[in-house]
């Protein structure tokens, strides 16, 4: 039937041998000529079955043969490693897998590997060792190996499959084929059977429940990782037993199926978790190990972003491995498509996490929510830092010479996306300093909207006899701004207290002397004391805080912005108005020659060596607003330490 059918088709001047239909001159439409051939193709009287037809031929059948094999022989090689690992090893390597974490409640890998994970009376995820693992599968060879020689000894019976110059004939007068004709057949077969079977194992070992088998893509994502861990063992092993060679790509093949089952269901759970938690209109606090306040969120985008880094770095091959080994990096050890997918999900990711951070930031600090703004920039963003570090982007500079179009393909779209993860990892870096600043403009409005309030008229300003203790604008506007921002500084490290309670100081006191330039407002001498008495409860105030520690508030009483203040509220009060002299000497013990200061000297002994007028960059801009005085005294060039 072979050979009258394939004579058929070579006698028929309809069907093209080697020629294209489009460029082949024995096939002519009716209506259409072959350069729109396939524009009409759709068109009754213009069919496409005379140039869909092709000879049968060896190669055909047995890769037609090969791919049927490839179902059956999935089912028995997913089911023989599953059957057949060693539970106790099994268990060992999953406890080191603990940075794998999902939102969702399974019970102990213990239980799950051992099969006390139910779903019915006897379900379990791995049944009883029956056979050593390498003898299973050894066995599952051994069957191809049978049927490929019934399939090797059939096509010779076969006219027309094979050239006559390809047979011989046996001791029992049959025909039978070259020995190297036959080996490589049995090497075309064996290449289609095991990389099939690789394909379609996921199916099998991943979502078949059959035999009261609980699928292993509904367990833990550990589990999946453990056991491509076990695998990459066995394959890795130099001495004992390992696999047969034929199996191999049918091994590697479920390896990558198991990493990347594993880092997807990881990501999914995880990341749609992240994004629910996201969105809440209010933050959810929890406790850290380290007693430091985080948000829920920011724990789930932190963890996923480490799953993925950890991931990332497993599908690195051994690099001192295969330069023993090889000499260079051997491409067959790079996972490609698991390295692209979770680059594409850690770009997806750090774009979230920054999404996040700018539109929670914009509400909370608006609403002048502090607390919650600090732990999101200060305390989340810090804890995902530590995984940049980590992520190891392989170059694949050796690998991208090769000539196989795929991996070069691979290493381009592979740097793009790297150069991509690296920029959203430099903006997550530089994300807190962006958002202080966003804190100063709204701090800022609140200052001089609270001042507006606040603040006493003129005639306040313009009396003779100051009061012996401060204002009563001034505590109500300091623990308006200040207070919510050192409260929610408590828990954070002096670094963090030092940098944002230096700007919200900063911004306090440049508003406050904003506002009273803004209104014009004249000082008598005894107001001029009274608001140096308001200037100096601001230190008080510092000094006297519960909530930093004493290397923050030390740092803060040293802000030029407060002595910037102070130095406002000297020229205020200097009715002679004398120039404040600007070279070193004794009067004002600047003189580096003649006093060095110490990093632990008292703040009261720095603060005495300069005095507060230098710190003044205008000094006849202040000046106008003395009662009775002018802008013609006083020094004009700033003082800069």
Same mark, same amino acid.
């Given at each position: 039937?072979?050979?009258?059918?394939?004579?058929?088709?070579s006698?028929?001047?309809?069907?093209?041998?080697?020629?294209?239909?489009?460029?082949?001159?024995? &096939?002519?439409?009716?209506?259409?000529?072959?350069r729109?051939?396939?524009?009409?193709?759709?068109?009754?009287? *213009?069919s496409?079955?005379?140039h869909?037809?092709?000879p049968?031929?060896?190669?055909?059948?047995?890769?037609?043969?090969?791919? $049927?094999?490839?179902?059956?022989?999935?089912?028995?090689?997913?089911?023989s490693?599953?059957?057949?690992?060693?539970?106790?090893?099994?268990?060992?390597?999953?406890?080191?897998?603990?940075?794998? $974490?999902?939102?969702?409640?399974?019970?102990?890998?213990?239980?799950q590997?051992?099969?006390?994970?139910?779903?019915?009376?006897?379900?379990?995820?791995f049944?009883?060792?029956?056979?050593?693992h390498?003898?299973s599968?050894?066995? +599952?060879?051994?069957?191809?190996?049978?049927v490929?020689?019934? +399939?090797?000894?059939?096509?010779?019976?076969?006219?027309? %499959? !094979?050239?006559?110059?390809?047979?011989?004939?046996?001791?029992?007068?049959?025909?039978?084929? !070259?020995?190297?004709?036959?080996?490589?057949?049995?090497?075309?077969?064996?290449? +289609?059977?095991?990389?099939?079977?690789?394909?379609?194992?996921?199916?099998?070992? %991943?979502?078949?429940?059959?035999?009261?088998? !609980?699928?292993?893509g509904?367990?833990?994502?550990?589990?999946?990782?453990? &056991?491509?861990?076990?695998?990459?063992?066995?394959?890795?092993?130099?001495?004992?037993?390992?696999?047969?060679?034929? !199996?191999?790509?049918?091994?590697?093949?479920?390896?990558?199926?198991?990493?990347?089952?594993?880092?997807m269901?990881?990501w999914d759970?995880?990341?749609a978790?992240?994004?629910?938690?996201?969105?809440?209109?209010?933050?959810?606090?929890?406790?850290?190990?380290?007693?430091?306040?985080?948000?829920?969120?920011?724990?789930?985008?932190?963890?996923?972003?480490?799953?993925?880094?950890?991931?990332?770095?497993?599908?690195?091959?051994?690099?001192?491995?295969?330069?023993?080994?090889? @000499?260079?990096?051997?491409? $067959?050890?790079?996972?490609?498509?698991?390295?692209l997918?979770?680059?594409?999900?850690?770009?997806?990711?750090?774009?979230?996490?920054?999404?996040?951070?700018?539109?929670? #930031?914009?509400?909370?600090?608006?609403?002048?929510?502090?607390?919650?703004?600090?732990?999101? =920039?200060?305390?989340?963003?810090t804890? &995902?830092?530590?995984?940049?570090?980590l992520?190891?982007? *392989?170059?694949?500079?050796r690998?991208?010479?090769?000539?196989?179009?795929?991996?070069?393909?691979f290493?381009?779209?592979?740097?793009?996306?790297? =150069?991509?993860?690296?920029?959203?990892?430099?903006?997550?870096?530089?994300?807190?300093?962006?958002?202080?600043?966003?804190?100063?403009r709204?701090?800022?409005?609140? *200052?001089?909207?609270?001042?507006?309030n606040?603040?006493?008229?003129?005639?306040?300003?313009?009396?003779?006899?100051?009061?012996?203790?401060?204002?009563?604008?001034?505590?109500?506007?300091?623990?308006?701004?200040?207070?919510p921002?050192?409260? #929610?500084?408590?828990?954070?490290?002096?670094?963090?207290?030092?940098?944002?309670?230096?700007?919200?100081?900063?911004?306090l006191?440049?508003?406050?002397?904003?506002?009273?330039?803004?209104?014009? &407002?004249?000082?008598?001498?005894? @107001?001029?004391k009274?608001? @140096?008495?308001?200037?100096?409860?601001?230190?008080?105030?510092?000094d @006297?805080?519960?909530?930093?520690?004493?290397?923050?508030?030390?740092?803060? %009483?040293?802000?030029?912005?407060?002595?910037?203040?102070?130095?406002?509220?000297?020229?205020?009060?200097?009715?002679?108005?004398?120039?404040?002299?600007?070279?070193?000497n004794?009067?004002?013990?600047?003189?580096p020659?003649?006093?060095?200061?110490?990093?632990?000297?008292?703040?009261?002994?720095?603060?005495?060596?300069?005095?507060?007028?230098?710190?003044?960059?205008?000094?006849?801009?202040? %000046?106008?607003?003395?009662?009775?005085?002018?802008?013609?005294?006083?020094?004009?060039?700033?003082? *800069?330490?």
């Amino acid at each position: 039937m072979v050979d009258v059918y394939n004579q058929l088709l070579s006698q028929d001047p309809s069907v093209p041998t080697l020629q294209h239909p489009v460029k082949s001159t024995e &096939i002519l439409s009716v209506l259409h000529n072959n350069r729109h051939y396939h524009s009409h193709i759709h068109e009754n009287f *213009c069919s496409p079955v005379n140039h869909m037809v092709k000879p049968i031929t060896a190669s055909k059948i047995l890769g037609t043969l090969a791919r $049927e094999r490839a179902v059956t022989v999935s089912r028995e090689l997913s089911f023989s490693i599953l059957e057949t690992t060693d539970k106790s090893h099994l268990n060992n390597i999953a406890e080191e897998f603990g940075w794998i $974490e999902v939102p969702i409640q399974f019970t102990t890998i213990y239980n799950q590997i051992y099969g006390k994970e139910t779903k019915g009376e006897n379900a379990t995820v791995f049944v009883a060792d029956t056979k050593t693992h390498f003898s299973s599968i050894g066995r +599952i060879v051994e069957n191809e190996s049978v049927v490929l020689h019934h +399939i090797l000894s059939s096509i010779p019976q076969v006219p027309g %499959l !094979v050239n006559k110059n390809q047979l011989k004939e046996g001791k029992d007068g049959n025909q039978k084929l !070259v020995s190297q004709i036959k080996k490589k057949m049995g090497e075309y077969y064996h290449d +289609i059977l095991w990389r099939t079977t690789g394909q379609l194992s996921e199916e099998p070992f %991943l979502w078949d429940g059959e035999k009261s088998r !609980v699928p292993l893509g509904v367990t833990h994502p550990r589990v999946s990782v453990a &056991i491509n861990s076990l695998l990459k063992e066995h394959l890795g092993a130099q001495l004992g037993e390992t696999y047969p060679t034929l !199996v191999l790509p049918a091994i590697h093949l479920i390896n990558e199926t198991l990493s990347m089952h594993a880092m997807m269901a990881t990501w999914d759970l995880q990341y749609a978790r992240s994004l629910a938690l996201s969105v809440r209109p209010k933050p959810q606090r929890v406790i850290q190990d380290d007693l430091t306040l985080a948000t829920l969120a920011g724990t789930y985008f932190k963890n996923t972003i480490w799953s993925l880094t950890e991931f990332n770095n497993r599908c690195l091959p051994d690099v001192l491995n295969d330069i023993v080994l090889h @000499g260079a990096h051997d491409p $067959e050890e790079f996972n490609f498509a698991e390295e692209l997918h979770i680059l594409r999900r850690m770009k997806t990711t750090l774009y979230a996490v920054r999404n996040w951070v700018e539109s929670r #930031s914009a509400i909370l600090v608006q609403a002048w929510k502090v607390t919650d703004f600090f732990i999101i =920039n200060h305390a989340d963003l810090t804890r &995902i830092y530590p995984s940049f570090d980590l992520l190891q982007i *392989c170059e694949h500079e050796r690998v991208a010479a090769t000539n196989s179009t795929s991996i070069k393909l691979f290493t381009h779209v592979q740097k793009a996306i790297s =150069n991509v993860v690296q920029s959203a990892q430099e903006d997550l870096q530089n994300l807190p300093e962006e958002q202080n600043e966003n804190m100063c403009r709204v701090c800022r409005t609140l *200052c001089l909207a609270c001042l507006q309030n606040v603040f006493p008229g003129p005639k306040y300003w313009s009396r003779s006899s100051p009061s012996t203790s401060q204002s009563s604008y001034v505590k109500e506007y300091i623990e308006k701004i200040l207070l919510p921002v050192f409260t #929610s500084l408590t828990s954070f490290p002096n670094n963090v207290q030092q940098s944002v309670g230096r700007l919200a100081v900063k911004t306090l006191c440049d508003s406050w002397l904003e506002h009273i330039y803004q209104k014009k &407002i004249k000082f008598s001498q005894g @107001g001029a004391k009274q608001l @140096g008495t308001d200037f100096g409860f601001l230190r008080m105030w510092i000094d @006297g805080s519960t909530h930093l520690r004493e290397d923050s508030k030390r740092y803060l %009483l040293l802000l030029d912005s407060i002595r910037q203040c102070e130095g406002v509220a000297q020229l205020l009060q200097n009715t002679q108005l004398k120039e404040v002299p600007v070279k070193p000497n004794k009067s004002n013990k600047v003189a580096p020659e003649d006093e060095a200061l110490e990093d632990d000297a008292p703040v009261t002994h720095i603060l005495q060596a300069i005095p507060p007028e230098l710190y003044v960059t205008n000094h006849k801009k202040w %000046l106008s607003l003395r009662i009775g005085g002018g802008g013609g005294g006083g020094m004009t060039l700033p003082f *800069c330490c």
